[in-house]
């Protein structure tokens, strides 16, 4: 029979050979999973870069057409008047031919 000093040695041993085994694979795991991670990590981070500046473009295009349209829109008012003072002198303070480009951005 085995003495207690004996058995105590023999579970300290599967002690330390599970530990170790838990750390080894730890370590494994650690090594596969922390690339896959940064890489992840990588290409949302570009992804998002990209979709924030196709959503910029979006907006300033839109920008663009609606100051075209309301440009537009107002020179074809000052032209279907006239070029009467009527509309403008309330409105923007000038007449229809000081606001050949965008009144709005004045």
Same mark, same amino acid.
């Given at each position: 029979m085995d003495s207690?000093?004996?058995?105590? =040695?023999?579970?300290?041993? =599967?002690? $330390?050979? +599970? $530990?170790?085994? *838990? +750390?080894?694979?730890?370590?494994?795991? @650690?090594?596969? /999973? @922390?690339? =896959?991670? *940064? /890489?992840?990590?990588?290409? /949302?981070? /570009?992804? @998002?870069h990209r979709e924030s500046l196709y959503c910029k473009n979006s907006v300033q295009d839109m920008w663009s057409e609606i100051n075209n349209d309301v440009a537009n829109t107002f020179q074809h008012l000052c032209e279907s008047l006239g070029g009467s003072d009527v509309l403008t002198s309330g409105m923007y303070g000038g007449t229809c031919s000081s606001f050949s480009t965008n009144p709005i951005s004045k």
């Open positions: 207690p000093t004996d058995l105590r =040695l023999k579970a300290y041993r =599967l002690i $330390a050979y +599970s $530990a170790v085994g *838990f +750390s080894v694979t730890a370590a494994v795991a @650690l090594c596969l /999973t @922390l690339p =896959l991670i *940064f /890489t992840y990590v990588e290409n /949302t981070k /570009t992804q @998002l």
